[in-house]
């Protein structure tokens, strides 16, 4: 039995302001995946997972999260190469800092209560946001069935 296997390692981070608000991100840099996300990016070989996050949300908004609160996880297999792929959901609400844009697009404060209406989302955080907003799931994943995929949580 195979114990390992080739797995892509990625964070996303839910950052409240402290009065009902979440920053969020306009992706525009992928010519196929874009829309409002939390920001996030990759897990670099050698670099430990919470790390990880406050660098891509410094990278990404100009703000340096403190004490980002791991809230779940969302995994999947890719299509293309069957690759497992994760990504570590977490939340901040203490950070400092200015807020700018990045090469990953202009970053701006919404309603968390208006997110989820939102038509301006990027494909799957619809899904996602019970991980960050509901402390009972903790986890999200995809469950193929037949010619498509059921939304687990746990």
């Given at each position: 039995m195979?114990?390992?296997e080739e797995v892509e390692l990625?964070?996303?981070c839910m950052i409240c302001d402290g009065n009902g608000n979440v920053l969020v991100q306009n992706k525009t840099n992928h010519p196929t995946w874009h829309g409002w996300n939390f920001p996030g990016g990759h897990v670099e070989q050698g670099e430990f997972v919470t790390p990880s996050v406050i660098r891509e949300v410094k990278e990404e908004t100009g703000l340096t999260i403190e004490h980002p609160r791991l809230c779940?996880?969302?995994?999947?297999?890719?299509?293309?190469d069957?690759?497992?792929?994760?990504?570590?959901c977490y939340v901040a609400d203490r950070f400092f800092g200015e807020l700018k844009p990045s090469k990953?697009?202009?970053?701006?404060w919404v309603p968390l209560s208006d997110l989820e209406a939102s038509e301006h989302l990027i494909d799957g955080l619809r899904e996602m946001l019970p991980v960050f907003t509901d402390s009972k799931i903790s986890e999200i994943y995809y469950e193929r069935r037949s010619d498509d995929f059921k939304t687990i949580y746990c």
């Amino acid at each position: 039995m195979v114990r390992t296997e080739e797995v892509e390692l990625t964070n996303m981070c839910m950052i409240c302001d402290g009065n009902g608000n979440v920053l969020v991100q306009n992706k525009t840099n992928h010519p196929t995946w874009h829309g409002w996300n939390f920001p996030g990016g990759h897990v670099e070989q050698g670099e430990f997972v919470t790390p990880s996050v406050i660098r891509e949300v410094k990278e990404e908004t100009g703000l340096t999260i403190e004490h980002p609160r791991l809230c779940g996880i969302k995994e999947f297999h890719k299509l293309k190469d069957g690759k497992r792929y994760l990504v570590f959901c977490y939340v901040a609400d203490r950070f400092f800092g200015e807020l700018k844009p990045s090469k990953e697009g202009e970053t701006f404060w919404v309603p968390l209560s208006d997110l989820e209406a939102s038509e301006h989302l990027i494909d799957g955080l619809r899904e996602m946001l019970p991980v960050f907003t509901d402390s009972k799931i903790s986890e999200i994943y995809y469950e193929r069935r037949s010619d498509d995929f059921k939304t687990i949580y746990c």
